[in-house]
């Protein structure tokens, strides 16, 4: 078993959500059917980042430190460099 911590951004207002789970595929349709309290309100959810942890106190550290202003400062700081990153050379 595995546990993933992962992100979500709401595609209307561009606000994060961040949890965990040892079920990724379950949690998201709970997100998409608005069954999750936290993000019922919320408009359509996209998976904008994700991590795995072979143990559940690893996936609950790391899921606290991505809720923290250095959490979310290394996300963006990954993202952008994901999205920006460096072409592989074609030779």
């Known amino acids: ?4 911590v ?3 951004e709401d595609q209307s207002d561009k606000t994060w959500y961040t949890g965990y789970t040892s079920d990724l595929n379950r949690r998201m349709k709970e997100h998409e059917g608005k069954r999750s309290p936290y993000t019922s309100r919320k408009g359509q959810m996209k998976l904008i980042y994700a991590e795995m ?3 559940k ?3 609950i550290g790391r899921e606290t430190f991505l809720k923290s202003g250095s959490g979310h ?3 963006k700081k990954q ?3 994901y999205l ?7 030779g």
């Open 1 to 4: 078993m595995y546990y993933v």
């Open 6 to 8: 992962y992100i979500l």
């Open 53 to 55: 942890y072979l143990h």
């Open 57 to 59: 106190m690893d996936a």
């Open 73 to 75: 400062r290394f996300v």
């Open 79 to 81: 993202l952008a460099n």
């Open 84 to 90: 920006s990153g460096p072409l592989i050379a074609k």
